[in-house]
């Protein structure tokens, strides 16, 4: 079994930053893509931003200049730093990773975490 578990979320006012982290642990082999999305009241889920296992990253225009996100291939980590936040910004934030377990198959599956709440307030 595979679990993706963030934590980080909480509530600021608008300017300040969060840092979300995500673990992923179980029995794993190997991770592949890892994301953050998120889904505000009312919306779809978004991407945010995606690392590829190599550190290439892509973001979102909304956040461009604002977020970083990184990784610790060592730890099955995912992070996201996020600055000058913005009350549009508030959402629930999910992890999302293609993980390999280690089960003799070698497929390539998608994983995603329980969430953690930001509220932005102006």
């Known amino acids: 079994q595979v679990q993706l578990v963030e934590s980080g979320g909480g509530s600021v006012q608008a300017g300040e930053s969060l840092r979300l982290s995500c673990l992923a642990s179980?029995?794993?082999?190997?991770?592949?893509?890892m994301a953050w999305y998120r889904q505000a009241p009312g919306k779809q889920r978004e991407l945010v931003a995606i690392i590829g296992s190599g550190g290439m990253t892509t973001y979102a225009d909304s956040v461009k200049d604002r977020v970083t996100i990184s990784r610790d291939n060592a730890k099955n980590a995912v992070y996201l730093q996020m600055n000058s936040l913005k009350p549009e910004d508030t959402a629930v934030y999910y992890c999302?990773?293609?993980?390999?377990?280690?089960?003799?198959?070698?497929?390539?599956?998608?994983?995603w975490g329980q969430g953690t709440q930001v509220t932005v307030s102006s």
């Open positions: 179980g029995s794993i082999l190997r991770v592949n893509g």
């Open positions: 999302n990773a293609e993980i390999m377990r280690r089960n003799g198959v070698f497929q390539w599956n998608t994983y």
